[in-house]
Every structure is written in structure tokens, then in C-alpha cells.
């Protein structure tokens, strides 16, 4: 097997076709007469972190909240840490955007009066089982928007510093895709699977993050030398064990407090009801043989019951079908809770690339958003919505000044003489497969997996560091059978990529800020004093080099500079 090159144009390609991606490209069209291309490795109709539905939108300003109140939320759970320019300026759009998702179809729950039903402070809920496939339609019907499916992207097309366009491969036929375009957007969402994850084998698909989101946003960047920032700051969740259903349904959606094996309330011992110590408080309580841990929903009505299988089907049914299977409803016995393996995410946490209010990375021409740009968390679906709208207006302010651009003869060939000699020759001793269960491995002891409780220590990530970079070695010599094939193993290249930035991080942040997601054992204190800053990276001749960068506030006016 042999790819060929086939070269496409446009003005502003889409790397991504989920929440991000596909509110972005519909901006576009709606705004101007551009042409749009998404690129998306699956397919549109069913991709990215919506494919399954979701039953609520985490990130709405309900009645007696306020953009500002939002930003408060968020610099809150995430210790001060975020770039408050970066999530006023979504929280600012979060209801607009709401109100135009459910101009394309969206159900959104409303009460007798005919006013949003509220979960929480900041939700709202939906009928979103067919939310993916609501978007996909809406973008179909614009005649500026083509949608390449099954597409494998794997690098920035990268001339005199400024990107202009896209390498990747078909999953279907013997091409290379050489794409240019005056923007890029990368909406290819965060990293699953640097970690060992809860269930193995056959199962080890089950968990919180979507396990075709392999990093690849970030790692292109990466390799681009792109600036990224925050990837210490990894999400971890608490779900329902070993379904890894979300808990947040049963937490608000009910009232249901964690309570351990003795039957005792435990979260508020831990301090403040942030995302990182309800996993923390649970953690805790397991090591100090309190555990199993549990959602407490004994005794919650027949209604409530009903409600929330209703809510699981929509989103995860295996919880829903293991209450029938149990022959037991969550109104008879608890929910057992556990925390799942780390992520990096820019949705839930921090995690991406180092943007300006515009959502341009540090690399001209290119933009970035939803869970791959960084500094702006707990932006989850609608933030996501929003980040792409402020993208795609960006990306056609830019292209009004450039024009496309091609890579000379010699890179491409290069490009393409690499990727096929990934399909020549016999497999070697080690497979594709072999190279991820050896990351996922040295990650979870070394790196603060589920095996150390989260926690790690410099001594450890030095021996992950070592054999990371030993594993990056022997994956750029593997070999692929079939298109299949050469997806996942460039995925695997991806993933290691991501945790050589991810060690570096963790070394660098000497400090412990969020208990579990960053559990430094040798510093295990927060420390404002000296670590109130961003811990940023680029890739240099090879080598992660880190960047201390100062907090931006939310009116400031912040400009990209070395």
C-alpha cells in the first residue's frame, strides 16, 4: 500500500467536526461567502463529545446570574487560576448561543410558565440526545460548508512561520490530503488514553472522555511549536463505578450527598464543594478505608427514580441498564462513585493551547477552539459553541488580509515519504497496541495515575520521562498493515507527544493547586505566593521548554509576545 497526494483549497479549513467545529463552520456561513472545509476523522452525524447526547448545558447565565457571576464560579474552582479575559468573553455569549441551538432543533425543558428548567446555578436541562445530529444537519443545508469524513489530520502545513493549511490521510482510499487554507481551526477537542483507565480489556472504552479524542489538536500544535499552556491542571472524574456514568445528574438532579461505607457525609471535611475535592474527598476516604464511596439517592421518590433513568438513557444507558439488571433503582440502594484516569481537556479544565481573546493560537493563521484551547475551563458544550463563534469571526477578519498559500514541492514529499514508510516492511517485535499499554502503564505509576491515588513525585516523573521518550523512539518505527492501522499508530505518536508536554508541566508547577488533578507529594501545599502563574511550553530543537506566564485580567487587553 502506497498513499498519493491529492491537493484541496479553501479558505478557512475546520479541524474537527464536533461542538466546536460545527458552530464555528456555521458562523461562517452565516456571516460571509467563504468556503468552509471540516475535516473530521469519524463522521459529522455522529462524532466528538455530543455523539451520544447529553441531557443538559452546563454553562448558561439562568435568571439571578450574571456573566461576572460566572467568571466568579470559575476563578473559584480553579483556584484562581484561569484567563479571566478568555471566559468572561464566552460567558458573555453562553445564552445567545443556547437560544440559537435551539432555533435548529434543540429541546430545551421548559417549566409551566414556559421559562428554562434550571439544574443548578448554571444548568439548564435539554432533550439532547440528537444534539450531534442536529448540528451535522444544520451544517449540510449551507452550500459553502464541504465535509470531508474519515479523514486522519496529522500535521500543520507551516511556512515562514505562519500556518497554511493541513496534512492528513483518507481512512477509506490511498490518499494524502495536502489542504490549503488562508485559516486554520482546531476543534479536534482534548486527550483520552495517556492513562491506564479503569476498566481493561474489552471494556477499556468505557470512560468519561470520549476515547477517539486522542490529542491530536495538541499535538500537531506541539510539533508545530505552538505555545500550550496549563496541562498540569488534568481533569479527573467522579462517576458512577464502572458504567462511568456521569454523577453530576444525581448530585444536582437530586440532591444526592457522597456519603462513605459508614454512611456518613464526607465531601465538606475537605474543604469547599470544588470539582477537584469531590474526587479528592472520595480519594481520601478510600485510603483511609472509609470506602467503598457512594452517591447517597436511597429513599428519593418514584418520580425522581423515573427521572433519572430517563436522564441516563438519553446520555449513558449502561447506568440505566444496570439498575434493571440489578433488579434495583437508585431509590432502593446508593450509587457507588469512583474517579476515573486522567484527561488533559480545555473544556473542564485549562488545559491547550495559549490563545488571545480572538482564540488565535501563537502561530498566525491558526485559531483554536472548544476542549483544545486552553486558560478557560468549565466551558463545557455551550462554552465550547461560544469559543467557536469567537474563532470563526476571527479566522474571517484574518483571511480578508492573506491569500493561500502552497508548501514547497520538497516538504511534501517529505511529509508523504514518511507516512509511507510507516506502510512498508513487516511488523516489528512491538505492536501498535503494545506501545500504548507501555504509555498508559508508565503513566499510571509514574505520572499520578489511578494506581498512586493521583498523586506522583519528581523522582517518578523522571523514570516517565525516560521511558516516554524511549516509547516515542520505538513508535516512530512501527509499522501499519491498513489504513486502520496507520490511524492508530499515528494516534499513538500523538498521545506520546501530549504526555512529554504533560510531564514537563507536572515537574514544573512545584506546588500542589488542585488536590488530585495535580497532586504534587513533593510540594503538597498550594502556594500563591510564587505559583499564582501560568506554566506554559513550546517545543524547542526537541526539547519541552517551560514559560512562566503572569494572570491576565478580565478587561485586559492581552496580546501574543515572546
Not at 87 to 109: C, D, F
Amino acid at each position: 500500500m502506497k498513499l498519493a497526494a491529492q491537493k484541496l483549497e479553501t479558505d478557512i479549513l475546520i479541524i474537527g467536526g464536533g461542538t466546536a467545529g460545527c458552530f464555528a463552520a456555521l458562523t461562517i456561513a452565516e456571516q460571509a461567502n467563504a468556503k468552509v472545509l471540516i475535516v473530521e476523522k469519524a463522521n459529522i452525524k455522529r462524532s466528538g463529545c455530543l455523539a451520544a447526547g447529553v441531557n443538559a448545558l452546563n454553562a448558561y447565565i439562568v435568571p439571578g446570574q450574571t456573566p461576572e457571576s460566572y467568571l466568579e464560579y470559575v476563578k473559584n474552582d480553579a483556584e484562581g487560576l484561569v484567563r479571566e479575559d478568555l471566559v468572561y468573553s464566552l460567558a458573555l455569549r453562553l445564552n445567545q448561543v443556547t437560544a440559537k441551538v435551539e432555533q435548529l432543533g434543540l429541546v430545551i425543558q421548559k417549566d409551566e410558565a414556559g421559562q428554562y428548567v434550571a439544574r443548578g446555578n448554571r444548568n439548564i436541562k435539554i432533550n439532547g440526545e440528537n444534539i450531534k445530529p442536529i448540528l451535522a444537519d444544520a451544517v449540510s443545508r449551507h452550500d459553502t460548508i464541504t465535509v470531508l469524513n474519515r479523514v486522519n489530520m496529522i500535521d500543520y502545513m507551516v511556512k515562514d512561520g505562519q500556518v497554511i493549511g493541513a496534512y492528513g490521510f483518507s481512512l477509506d482510499s490511498e490518499i494524502f490530503y495536502v489542504i490549503s487554507a488562508k485559516a486554520v481551526i482546531c476543534a479536534t477537542g482534548g486527550a483520552a488514553g495517556l492513562y491506564r483507565p479503569n476498566n481493561p480489556g474489552f471494556s477499556r472504552h468505557k470512560m468519561w472522555y470520549s476515547p477517539f479524542n486522542t490529542g491530536a489538536g495538541y499535538a500537531m500544535g506541539i510539533r508545530a511549536g505552538a505555545e500550550m499552556t496549563t496541562f498540569e491542571m488534568r481533569f479527573i472524574a467522579l462517576r458512577c463505578k464502572d458504567t462511568i456514568a456521569p454523577t453530576g445528574t444525581i448530585a444536582q438532579g437530586v440532591g444526592a450527598q457522597q456519603i462513605n461505607s459508614l454512611g456518613r457525609e464526607y465531601e465538606k471535611q475537605y474543604g469547599n464543594p470544588k470539582t477537584s475535592n469531590r474526587l479528592y474527598s472520595t480519594v481520601r476516604e478510600n485510603q483511609l478505608g472509609r470506602g467503598p464511596c457512594y452517591l447517597n439517592t436511597a429513599g428519593i421518590t418514584p418520580q425522581q427514580e423515573d427521572e433519572l433513568f430517563k436522564a441516563y438513557l438519553n446520555m449513558a444507558p449502561a447506568q440505566t441498564l444496570r439498575w434493571f439488571e440489578d433488579g434495583k433503582g437508585p431509590a432502593s440502594m446508593p450509587v457507588e462513585i469512583e474517579g476515573t484516569e486522567p484527561y488533559i481537556v480545555g473544556g473542564h479544565t485549562a488545559s491547550g493551547y495559549w490563545i488571545d481573546r480572538s482564540r488565535a493560537t501563537t502561530l498566525p493563521g491558526l485559531y483554536a477552539a472548544g476542549d483544545v484551547a486552553g486558560g478557560s475551563p468549565q466551558k463545557y458544550v455551550t462554552g465550547c459553541f461560544a469559543e467557536g463563534e469567537i474563532a470563526a469571526l476571527s479566522a474571517l477578519t484574518y483571511i480578508a488580509a492573506v491569500a493561500n498559500q502552497w508548501p514547497d514541492d520538497e516538504a511534501v514529499t517529505c511529509k508523504l515519504a514518511a507516512i509511507n514508510a510507516h506502510l512498508e516492511g513487516s511488523v516489528g517485535v512491538y505492536t501498535i497496541e503494545n506501545i500504548e499499554e507501555a504509555m498508559q502503564k508508565v503513566m499510571d505509576v509514574y505520572a499520578g495515575g489511578i494506581t498512586s491515588g493521583y498523586a506522583y513525585n519528581s523522582s517518578g516523573l523522571k523514570v516517565a520521562q525516560g521511558r516516554i521518550e524511549q516509547l516515542l523512539a520505538l513508535a516512530r518505527g512501527l509499522r501499519a498493515q491498513n489504513l486502520s492501522e496507520l490511524m492508530s499508530l499515528y494516534e499513538v505518536l500523538d498521545r506520546l507527544g501530549v504526555c512529554q508536554v504533560l510531564l514537563e508541566h507536572l515537574a514544573a508547577r512545584r506546588e500542589t493547586r488542585w488536590h488530585s488533578f495535580q497532586e504534587n507529594a513533593d510540594y503538597p501545599d498550594k502556594d500563591d505566593h510564587k505559583w499564582l502563574k501560568y506554566v506554559n511550553s513550546r517545543l524547542v530543537d526537541g526539547r519541552v521548554q517551560v514559560i512562566l506566564r503572569d494572570l491576565v485580567g478580565r478587561d485586559e487587553h492581552y496580546e501574543h509576545r515572546d
